[in-house]
């Protein structure tokens, strides 16, 4: 079992960075792949980035695309989200996520474990 904490959510103008960190408890965090998934008001959970278990691999919305970079180190079992050039539609509650090797990440349905999520508020 995983168990996930994210941090670093706040206010920010647009045109500015936020990074989000997601720290796991365990000591199998480098056996799943990782996501974060973004929740405005009134809509459904969206995919925004993901990295495989070994760091190697990782994709993102076309909407973040050359904005948002995810990473992670498993020897501090923590995963990052560096977030820049942010707009006002990036305004969303952020989760971290974590899923076993081989789910499609692109569905918020196929993670197993959630964080508590983390405010993300970019004004205009």
């Known amino acids: 079992q995983v168990q996930l904490v994210e941090s670093g959510g706040g206010l920010v103008q647009a045109g500015g960075s936020l990074r989000l960190s997601c720290a796991a408890s365990?000591?199998?965090?480098?056996?799943?792949?990782m996501g974060w998934i973004r929740q405005a008001p009134g809509k459904e959970r969206d995919f925004v980035a993901a990295?495989?278990?070994?760091?190697?691999?990782?994709d993102y919305a076309d909407s973040v695309k050359g904005r948002f970079t995810i990473s992670r180190d498993n020897a501090k079992n923590t995963m990052y989200l560096q977030m820049n050039n942010l707009k006002p539609e990036d305004t969303a509650i952020y989760y971290c996520?974590?899923?076993?090797?081989?789910?499609?990440?692109?569905?918020?349905?196929?993670?197993?474990?959630w964080g508590q999520g983390t405010q993300v508020t970019v004004s205009s």
């Open positions: 990295i495989s278990w070994s760091g190697g691999v990782s």
């Open positions: 365990g000591r199998t965090f480098s056996r799943y792949d």
């Open positions: 996520a974590a899923a076993p090797y081989g789910r499609y990440w692109y569905a918020p349905d196929e993670y197993d474990y």
